[in-house]
């Protein structure tokens, strides 16, 4: 970690415990994983987070081609068993995976918490949860149902720098937290060149693309953060490029008040310069996250005039995600990040949604 | 200046051009000023930053008590008369000054613009122009009836810096821009410590106190920066210390659209940790201030995987502000931030306030 303190702040570095969550025996584990969708996420960045997992691997891939999934699970020694969608509800290769881990469109989230509900396997199912608050809930109800454990793939929740500021900020570094400030943007069309996505598709992605997808980080973090739930939103979206005819946010801007009383504000674009930070402003000082979502992170907090900068080795956001939800598995513990609080995440969203179109405040989960 | 370009954004820094409106001849002027208030801001930030002016002296000073004026009067060579508000309003002194400079708390902002076109003096008047909207309207009126010049002392707008980065985005710097994210705050009972005084006192601060003493900062700053005006808000506020009671927004966050389409979004508290950014993200790069608004500005640009720090030599923004109005009325040439310009935001911060109150996106000047 590089650390570089003003005098007086040096004691909020103390305390930075790695893994502190970890519950579980030494030699339990690992549990075994059913990646589902084989997109660049899960290959790119899932498959090579595992391999250096210390209590979770990946043994089955689900893919819609069967051609596709055989051929990827030959480069990983870990993978046990290639399946297509059809084959993964009809139970394919169960004995083969503990937990599956859900990386498709939005909108087919649902079936396969439900298929791995009926299986008696637990769910990892990456944000946002579902399409809609009607599915994400049907798919809290299926997992609760079969007494199968349901956690939402917010990493930052698990990032060891995010949890370090989150012990921070209950310890009173920045006092009493007032605003929270956050941006999150990217170029889609510039990372997957193709109009026809997804991600621009309302029956896939849901409410619509900006929010859904970027400023869920923002929002969400700021929840772990603070330990604090959205109440109340106000939005403003756009959409100007074509290819983002059919959703409303190629460019958003919301405010969500917590039920602590902080100021949430975000702004999230599909169609601008990849930029990213989270500012949490207190009564006695401020913290920075920036950069603040995708896989690298670094934190500044300023109070008086004093100021320190953490940027630790940066820990592997998915590898952390995979093992503390191992961790929850093996000790037979809770998870954090629960499907009823993604669920919350995604009443947000249509709070934001309905605010934006509507142009009055809206209430979360009303 | 400090610069520390990556390769690819050097040229980003060409062309910064100190006072490049000077447009009055070299030896015309100075214009002689009579300041109007002598609180803090006055005694500590103006009178100094005079005494380094090249166009423009601290001829009279105005006050309530004749007193206090004679006394700091004693202090500055070039003052040479001190008078109360009263003589002021009864024209004496009125041929040692050219121009007035209001700096009073904002609802008495209006008599003295008043008195000063009546005497065909050209006036300066601190941000927030005034009260309310009606208020700023009638010195708007009140100045264009008696042809006399009207500027709202927008720091931000004289800032060398500030300047030098409009032109970085008018040159297509960081593309379109897409939005732009501000925050200001500070603790105003520790900067002041009477829970009596003006700025939380709505007969004389206005709307409220967030909004119109620190939220202005980002949102004309934005204005600035793109050339664009504000034309539709919703926003979220709150008191909750008790010195807070009769102003609404101890805290506030609002988003204003933009007519170029540009998403802006902001938090102000008086009673949060001092803490000010600013950040533009266009279509292909970002622009950040910070710090930002008072009286210190560094400036950081990032494109592609490239960054630039720009970190002049500070400049002293009251010395620019009062030079840049002294050139325009030497060259008899129109001011930026004119009366018009600053009853916008005045428009603009009360559809902040309806749209807080109501819950509802408000129209600017409807």
């Given at each position: 970690?590089?650390?570089?303190?003003?005098?007086?702040?040096?004691?909020?570095?103390?305390?930075?415990?790695?893994?502190?969550?970890?519950?579980?025996?030494?030699?339990?584990?690992?549990?075994r994983f059913a990646l589902i969708?084989?997109?660049?996420?899960?290959?790119?960045?899932?498959?090579?987070?595992?391999?250096?997992?210390?209590?979770?691997?990946a043994t089955v891939l689900v893919?819609?081609?069967?051609?596709?999934?055989?051929?990827?699970?030959?480069?990983?020694?870990?993978v046990e068993r290639a399946v297509?969608?059809?084959?993964f509800?009809?139970?394919e290769a169960a004995?083969a995976y503990d937990a599956i881990y859900v990386?498709?469109?939005?909108?087919?989230?649902?079936?396969y918490?439900?298929?791995a509900?009926?299986l008696?396997k637990?769910?990892?199912?990456?944000?946002?949860?579902?399409?809609?608050?009607?599915?994400?809930?049907?798919?809290?109800?299926?997992?609760?149902?079969?007494?199968?454990?349901?956690?939402?793939?917010?990493?930052?929740?698990?990032?060891?720098?995010?949890?370090?500021?989150?012990?921070?900020?209950?310890?009173?570094?920045?006092?009493?937290?007032?605003?929270?400030?956050?941006?999150?943007?990217?170029?889609?069309?510039?990372?997957?060149?193709?109009?026809?996505?997804?991600?621009?598709?309302?029956?896939?992605?849901?409410?619509?693309?900006?929010?859904?997808?970027?400023?869920?980080?923002?929002?969400?973090?700021?929840?772990?953060?603070?330990?604090?739930?959205?109440?109340?939103?106000?939005?403003?979206?756009?959409?100007?490029?074509?290819?983002?005819?059919?959703?409303?946010?190629?460019?958003?801007?919301?405010?969500?008040?917590?039920?602590?009383?902080?100021?949430?504000?975000?702004?999230?674009?599909?169609?601008?310069?990849?930029?990213?930070?989270?500012?949490?402003?207190?009564?006695?000082?401020?913290?920075?996250?920036?950069?603040?979502?995708?896989?690298?992170?670094?934190?500044?907090?300023?109070?008086?005039?004093?100021?320190?900068?953490?940027?630790?080795?940066?820990?592997?956001?998915?590898?952390?995600?995979?093992?503390?939800?191992?961790?929850?598995?093996?000790?037979?513990?809770?998870?954090?990040?629960?499907?009823?609080?993604?669920?919350?995440?995604?009443?947000?969203?249509?709070?934001?949604?309905?605010?934006?179109?509507?142009?009055?405040?809206?209430?979360?989960?009303?």
């Amino acid at each position: 970690m590089t650390e570089t303190p003003t005098a007086g702040l040096e004691s909020l570095l103390d305390g930075y415990a790695y893994r502190a969550w970890r519950t579980a025996d030494e030699d339990a584990g690992p549990v075994r994983f059913a990646l589902i969708g084989l997109g660049w996420w899960t290959t790119d960045q899932v498959l090579p987070a595992l391999e250096d997992a210390a209590l979770s691997e990946a043994t089955v891939l689900v893919s819609g081609s069967a051609e596709k999934a055989e051929r990827i699970a030959a480069d990983w020694e870990s993978v046990e068993r290639a399946v297509t969608y059809d084959e993964f509800h009809a139970g394919e290769a169960a004995d083969a995976y503990d937990a599956i881990y859900v990386c498709t469109p939005n909108a087919y989230h649902l079936e396969y918490a439900e298929t791995a509900a009926d299986l008696g396997k637990a769910v990892l199912c990456e944000k946002p949860m579902e399409a809609t608050v009607e599915r994400a809930a049907r798919m809290v109800e299926a997992c609760e149902d079969a007494d199968v454990p349901l956690m939402v793939g917010y990493r930052m929740q698990t990032d060891p720098l995010v949890r370090h500021a989150r012990e921070l900020i209950r310890a009173g570094a920045i006092g009493e937290p007032v605003h929270a400030l956050g941006n999150n943007s990217q170029t889609l069309l510039d990372i997957i060149p193709n109009p026809d996505q997804w991600r621009l598709d309302p029956d896939l992605t849901g409410y619509g693309t900006s929010v859904m997808d970027l400023g869920i980080y923002p929002l969400n973090t700021t929840r772990f953060l603070l330990d604090a739930d959205p109440v109340r939103a106000r939005a403003a979206m756009d959409s100007r490029h074509e290819a983002f005819d059919e959703v409303p946010d190629e460019r958003s801007a919301f405010t969500v008040t917590l039920d602590d009383g902080t100021l949430l504000t975000a702004t999230a674009s599909q169609n601008a310069h990849g930029a990213t930070s989270l500012r949490i402003v207190g009564t006695d000082g401020e913290l920075l996250f920036e950069p603040a979502f995708h896989m690298e992170t670094a934190l500044r907090i300023r109070r008086g005039d004093d100021e320190v900068t953490v940027e630790p080795d940066q820990a592997n956001q998915m590898t952390e995600l995979f093992d503390y939800f191992a961790d929850r598995l093996l000790a037979d513990a809770d998870v954090g990040a629960d499907g009823r609080h993604g669920l919350l995440d995604i009443e947000a969203i249509r709070a934001v949604h309905e605010a934006a179109e509507t142009g009055s405040a809206v209430d979360v989960g009303r």
